[in-house]
């Protein structure tokens, strides 16, 4: 019999999709750092019977009418904006993402990001290399304590209460918003539940961990960066959709709040010439939250591992 066919739209390492090969025979977008072209996945995905695919994918209804073999999508991320999961549930496609596996990876990296970004690490970093450093001077690159400062978590799932944990031993004031009350969490990490308008007033650290939604879509917009103190830092590691960026822009360059930490974006990959790189105060990364090798390699697993669940008639580990 032959084995169902997976197209994978990135090329991925040998020795992670090896354990399966005896179940599915691969297909893959041979190229490890462009995104595959619409048409040719369009073309390639139109006979598989599974498909593993990356953010950059727009899983959109035309793609599912036309990938009509497919049993399963595997998203190698925890959000998943890019597919349209009311179509793929239409068509009886399964649909999952990468959740628990990157958490304690993302946290760590939205720690970095803040610190960075209060501390100027990436300017005192370019400091040295423009061969700058005079003398030692009182206010040199001084910036934003993180010790006993407020952390607002706007979007408290997993990755929220791992960045909560991680606050609590800066000895942090902790306040979050999210859809639902976590009240377990409040007693075990000793954060306040507070409405959206109250952590923007309070905290001196806007931590932005939502999905992107149409009820979150620009929920950080020209009102939202005004309720900031002026001396808030806004950090940003969950999708770029949730900022108006143009009202962000205005609000770094006008000094409406101090600073801003940005690991996405609206439209991914931003260039060199993107207005946000043009300002002092702000610290950009090219989407790396979950980037450590480990979890990028657990990650794929985690797809393929969902995969191959579905094909064995087993419940998908982490369907969305
Ligand atoms: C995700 O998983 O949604 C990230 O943005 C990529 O790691």
Same mark, same amino acid.
């Given at each position: ?21 005896? +179940? ?55 959000? +998943? ?17 990468? #959740? ?37 001077? #009182? ?36 306040? +979050? ?15 306040? +539940? ?76 931003? #260039? ?13 990364? #090219? ?34």
């Amino acid at each position: 019999m032959n084995k169902p066919t997976i197209y994978i739209t990135r090329k991925i390492p040998p020795y992670l999709i090896e354990p399966f090969s005896q +179940y599915f025979q691969f297909q893959m977008w041979e190229d490890e750092h462009t995104p595959i072209p619409r048409e040719i996945l369009m073309r390639e995905a139109k006979e598989a019977d599974g498909l593993l695919c990356l953010l950059t994918e727009k899983i959109d209804r035309a793609f599912l009418d036309h990938a009509s073999h497919l049993k399963i999508i595997a998203n190698m991320a925890v959000g +998943y904006d890019n597919i349209d999961v009311e179509a793929a549930k239409e068509k009886g496609i399964i649909v999952t993402n990468t #959740p628990d596996v990157l958490t304690e990876t993302t946290a760590d990296l939205t720690f970095a990001l803040l610190m960075a970004t209060a501390r100027r690490l990436v300017e005192a970093n370019h400091f040295i290399y423009q061969d700058k450093w005079g003398e030692w001077s #009182p206010f040199l690159l001084a910036g934003t304590d993180i010790h006993h400062k407020t952390i607002g978590i706007v979007g408290m799932g997993r990755i929220g209460e791992a960045v909560a944990r991680r606050a609590k031993g800066f000895q942090m004031n902790l306040l +979050y918003h999210n859809r639902t009350r976590k009240k377990t969490v409040e007693q075990e990490l000793d954060v306040s +539940y507070v409405s959206f308008e109250e952590l923007l007033e309070k905290s001196d650290f806007v931590v932005s961990l939502l999905p992107l939604s149409e009820q979150t879509e620009n929920i950080f917009d020209k009102r939202a960066f005004e309720q900031m103190k002026s001396s808030a830092i806004f950090i940003n590691v969950s999708r770029g959709g949730v900022v108006d960026e143009k009202a962000l822009y205005d609000a770094l360059k006008n000094k409406v709040i101090t600073a801003a930490g940005l690991d996405v974006f609206k439209d991914e990959p931003i #260039p060199s010439s993107h207005p946000f790189t043009s300002l002092s105060n702000v610290v950009l990364l #090219p989407h790396i939250g979950s980037a450590s090798i480990t979890t990028r390699e657990n990650m794929l697993t985690l797809c393929l591992e969902n995969i191959r669940a579905v094909f064995q008639h087993e419940a998908p580990i982490s369907p969305v």
